[in-house]
């Protein structure tokens, strides 16, 4: 069945350096691919998403990669700070009976002082 | 403030005594959906509601029921709770049936003895 694999589970980062979070998909026909971070606590939060139609989309400190022909995207949050500790899901939406979400395993992201 | 809801935050039962957890969205939102959160699993699917009086099941909906008879609510039932419906439970809503751009509720962390 459709599937979003996401690497890595756990990533320690110092505190202004970069992140990367990884996730590839088996549904080639997925087209929406977005980006949730879940703090302690709370429910998740879409922080950004990317349409098959663009290979990478900004928003100040985050940014989300594209590669279609390898059915691969990725997370990148630059000059990390604290409030960037929390789970991160990456998801995409597939088609069979009927289109949904599938959601990655999660990322728990620590930033070290 | 716009925002989903969820009842209760903290639920701790016996096996076989029914529950309802309820969710409510003050955002006029068409989908709603319920999931569940497990370690390593991410968030997986239970049941959907398109619209009002329109269900389907998810993923995981064996030994879970939904209804959607208003459109801002959507309760989550479990008839007969067993163990292994111990879990993170969250409720979803989106503006469009298209299940993009979801709203999560808080959670409702569940225990069944």
């Known amino acids: 069945g459709e599937n979003v694999e996401q690497h890595p589970s756990t990533l320690s980062v110092q505190e202004g350096d970069s992140a990367v979070i990884k996730c590839t998909y088996s549904d080639s026909a997925s087209n929406y691919f977005p980006w949730y971070k879940q703090e302690l606590g709370k429910g998740p939060q879409l922080i950004i998403d990317i349409r098959s139609n663009v290979g990478e989309k900004k928003d100040q400190r985050i940014a989300v990669t594209l590669n279609k022909t390898a059915k691969h995207f990725s997370l990148h949050i630059t000059e990390t700070q604290p409030e960037d500790s929390a789970v991160y899901f990456c998801a995409a939406k597939v088609y069979s009976s009927a289109s949904k979400i599938i959601f990655g395993s999660g990322t728990r992201l620590s930033i070290r002082p | 403030e716009a925002q989903v809801t969820q009842n209760p935050r903290y639920l701790i039962t016996v096996t076989g005594k029914k529950l309802t957890v309820t969710c409510s969205q003050n955002?006029?939102?068409?989908?709603m959906s319920w999931y569940r959160q497990d370690p390593g699993l991410g968030l997986r699917q239970i049941y959907y509601s398109m619209n009002v009086e329109v269900t389907d099941k998810g993923d995981v909906p064996e030994g879970y029921k939904v209804s959607r008879k208003e459109k801002r609510n959507f309760p989550l039932i479990l008839e007969s709770p067993s163990p292994n419906q111990t879990s993170l439970y969250f409720c979803a809503s989106s503006l469009s049936g298209s299940n993009e751009k979801l709203f999560f509720g808080s959670g409702t962390q569940l225990s069944v003895l």
């Open positions: 955002m006029n939102h068409e989908y």
